[in-house]
C-alpha cells in the first residue's frame, strides 16, 4: 500500500565509500524527484526525471548520479562520500500538470562518519 | 535568485491558541502548496492553491494565496498538540520547466 517507498531508512557510512538509495512509486506518476534536507531542516531539490528522462538537474556534486531504470523507479547513488553529504535524503513523485504536488517517501537518513 | 522566505522559523504555543505563518516571494509564481512534516517522516501535503485571492479550508487550519500571487498564508484556529510539525510552502513555476522551491520551513511546537 505504500505510495512511494525508499531504502534504506537509515545509512551509516564511512568517508570514501559509495552507496545506494532505492526509491520506488507505485502512484502511476511520470516525475520522479531526490531532495537533500539538511540540519536546519531546509528541503532543496537536487534531481528530476519525468519518464526516465533527466529533467532538473540543481547544482549538485557529479559524485551524485540518479538512475532511472523505469518511471516507477529512482534510484540515487553517492560516490566517495564527505562528511557534508550527512543529511536526509527524500524521493518524491508528482503527476505533473500545473501544481506539481508532491508525495514523498519516508527519508533515508544518511551519516557519514 | 527566486527565494521564498517564509516566516516565522520558529513558534511554540499553548494548545487552544492561534497562529499564523507567511510565506513570501517577490515574483509570481504558477502555484503554492503547504506541506506538514512530522519528526522521522516525509513531508505531507496539506493543500495547493492556484488562483489569486484564493481560500481553502481544512478543518481548523485556513489557507490563503494573495491576490498577486506572490504571497500565502496559513492561519490555524485552537492549535491542538497533534499540530505540532514542521511547516514548508513549496512554489512552482510552470514555464520554467517545474522549477520548484521550498521555504526555509516554520517549527511549530503546540504544548498541552
Not at chain 1, 98 to 107: L, N, S
Not at chain 2, 32 to 58: D, F
Not at chain 2, 96 to 107: A, N, P, S, W
Request: charged share 20%.
Amino acid at each position: 500500500d505504500t505510495a512511494v517507498s525508499q531504502t534504506p531508512k537509515y545509512l551509516v557510512t564511512q568517508m570514501g565509500n559509495d552507496k545506494s538509495i532505492k526509491c520506488e512509486q507505485n502512484l502511476g506518476h511520470d516525475t520522479m524527484y531526490w531532495y537533500k534536507q539538511d540540519s536546519k531542516k531546509f528541503l532543496k531539490i537536487m534531481f528530476s526525471y519525468n519518464n526516465k528522462e533527466l529533467i532538473i538537474n540543481e547544482t549538485v556534486p557529479n559524485r551524485f548520479s540518479p538512475k532511472s531504470p523505469d518511471k516507477a523507479h529512482l534510484n540515487l547513488h553517492i560516490n566517495s562520500l564527505e562528511l557534508g553529504d550527512s543529511a536526509v535524503y527524500f524521493c518524491a513523485s508528482s503527476h505533473g500538470g500545473i501544481t506539481y504536488e508532491q508525495y514523498f517517501g519516508p527519508g533515508t537518513r544518511l551519516t557519514v562518519t | 535568485t527566486q527565494l521564498l522566505e517564509q516566516s516565522p522559523q520558529f513558534l511554540s504555543i499553548q494548545e487552544g491558541e492561534n497562529l499564523t505563518v507567511y510565506c513570501n516571494s517577490s515574483s509570481v509564481f504558477s502555484s503554492l502548496q503547504w506541506y506538514r512534516q512530522e519528526p522521522g517522516e516525509g513531508p505531507v501535503l496539506l493543500v495547493t492553491v492556484v488562483t489569486g485571492g484564493e481560500v481553502k479550508k481544512l478543518k481548523r487550519l485556513t489557507f490563503q494565496f494573495g491576490d498577486a500571487r506572490k504571497d500565502s498564508s496559513l492561519h490555524i484556529t485552537a492549535a491542538q498538540t497533534g499540530d505540532t510539525g514542521l511547516y514548508l510552502c513549496m512554489k512552482a513555476y510552470y514555464n520554467q520547466g517545474g522549477k520548484l522551491i521550498f521555504g526555509q520551513g516554520t517549527e511549530l511546537s503546540v504544548k498541552p
